[in-house]
């Protein structure tokens, strides 16, 4: 055998193994992405070699036999597959070609249909006089499984057409896609975890899970739903709504008898225009309720579709533009556990680096041990890393083969950084190394200190603060308003200005507001809120330390186990110590104006701030809003009265506020929008 030809064999065999675990089982072991590379291989030597081109290729067929599980359905109109195009290039391309077969010289004068690719189950849906009958996955897009009784429970699969019952096609089949609104993607693994069951790897694999039940029982409890995007076999009269001669007119009947149509569909012409949808949904990708894995471009004329016609597997009519992946698979080289400063002890990841999701990832945390024994990835293992969007990376789970794993990884009894054991109490799932002194800890607790939520020090990092503490120039928060510019100069990397501006910015956060400091200083369970409150009622830093516990939870927001935790916070003596020195240092120690009400200007306003206002921190920004009468979450809705726009500012609120009409205002103007609640 020629290495082509071995070559084919193999990608057959392995496509042919991939298709089975995807369409078969619901268990795909590789990300759509690698399959999709391994399949343009194979396209590739086929087509150098046609004359190892066999019927039986996978490049010749859609998915996979159905099971034995459901009865067999014969489509009356074959569930084709779409080819791809990997980028502009290759949708240009397919354009070029599309005009060929046509005998157009341009598409400029063609519509076409643009939705998003929605990555769930393909379902045909067959109704009979209007009424529903039958419902059938893909298979092999010749005969699929009768998923009627599951197809049933889904509320947006309607049992009879809204419309009259003598205009209703004698048959219709609505195709279309099941899938899982990623907002219940992680209240069903949340559930799953609970009832000890294994978790769903994305919502795609959640939706066939939940489709492919024996009892349909199972499957109403989960909150699938459809989305229509083509009709399959049709027996009506000529007069009947659909009856058409383009897909926008079908999806307008298929809206009318009752069906959802993905709403960012649009039908417009020339493929310039195409290629301008497709980037729109790209960048929106995230914003919709499903999980959206490429743009599918149609020819919208129903007399064009027939004159190009199709190939075995694949209409030349339409294309899948794929979009970037977001899952990649990596080698999980190693399993190393973190120690925050609380004293927590993180496992995470160490990866061969991915670029996945718009930047190389080689680094994932694994949250806990239970967590790692969920996932079940062990070091050496192969795993799918997935980062949807601008999201922290993840390590969905292992690429499991036959044969043998590589052994288990054990959490450490005892912690990387200090030696000293590492303790986790019965009922919780979090590990703790329980030494206060531990070096980790230390870093982890001045690094917090310094961020950007709490005292603000610029120029005060990980690293640097790492750095400060081997040089022996800090041990704790206290020391660092001890710290000259002579001790820092000759420390790698720090200049004259940079050790000048760091310890002007440590000066500077003397006077950051009580409720800061209280964050800073790390007490457990207290956050920006809950100091927040503990600043404005008690008062002082002294009045905090002296305050019982039924006086630290009497305020509000405050309950017993926070104030439980402030009260030992203050009274360890090694806390103590250094609480005595952040009052002796001159820090901001009393609440500065307490009680001291602003005008409620923006009483009941929305308001979302984006970017870096000129003379607010993120947090003193909202505390300003909040002070006022009005809220500030995180994204821009149409209760949002306005938006308003700082430094680097985050592009898809302001693209949103654009969609939705919202005014926005630059953040120079914010003083103003305080002082008069007016944008
Ligand atoms: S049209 C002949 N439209 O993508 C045209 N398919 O590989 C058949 N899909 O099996 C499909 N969103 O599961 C079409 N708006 C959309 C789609 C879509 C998702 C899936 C469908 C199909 C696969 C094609």
Redesign the pocket.
Known sequence: MSDAAARIALLREEIARHNEAYFGEDAPTIPDADYDALVVELRRLESLHPELTGADSPTTRVGSAPSTTFSSVHHRVP????DNAFDDGELRAWSERLSRVLSLASLDEVFFSV????????MSITYEDGRYVQAAT?GDGLVGEDVTANVATIPSVPTTLTIRARTAPRVLEV?G?IYLPVAQFAALNERQAADGLRLFVNPRNAAAGSLRQKDPSVTASRPLAFIA??LGALEASASSAFATKSHAAALAALRDAGFHT?AETVSIKGIDEVIQRCAWIEERRHDFDYEVDGV?V?CDDFDLRERAGATSR??RW?I?RKLPPEERTTTLLRIEVSIGRTGRATPYAVLDPVFVGGSTVSMATLHNEDQVRAKDVRPKDTVVVRKAGDVIPEVVGPVVATGRRPRRWHFPSTCPACGGPLVRLEGESDTYCTNLDCPSQRVQRIAHFASRSAMDIEGLGEQRVLQLIEANLVNDVADLYELAAEQLRGLEGMGELSAANLVAGIEESRSRPLNRLLVGLGVRHLGPTGSKAIASVIGSLEAIREADLVVLAAVEGIGEVIAESIATFVRNPLNAAVLDRLLAQGLTTVEMSPGAAAAPTLAGKVIVVTGTVPGYSRDEAIAAIEARGGTSPGSVSKKTYCVVVGESPGASKLTKATDLGVTIIPGERFDELLATGVA
């Open positions: 569930m084709m597959s779409l939705e998003p690719k929605i990555d769930g189950l393909a893909r195709r896609e995007y083509q993905a599918v149609k694949a209409p339409a899948a």
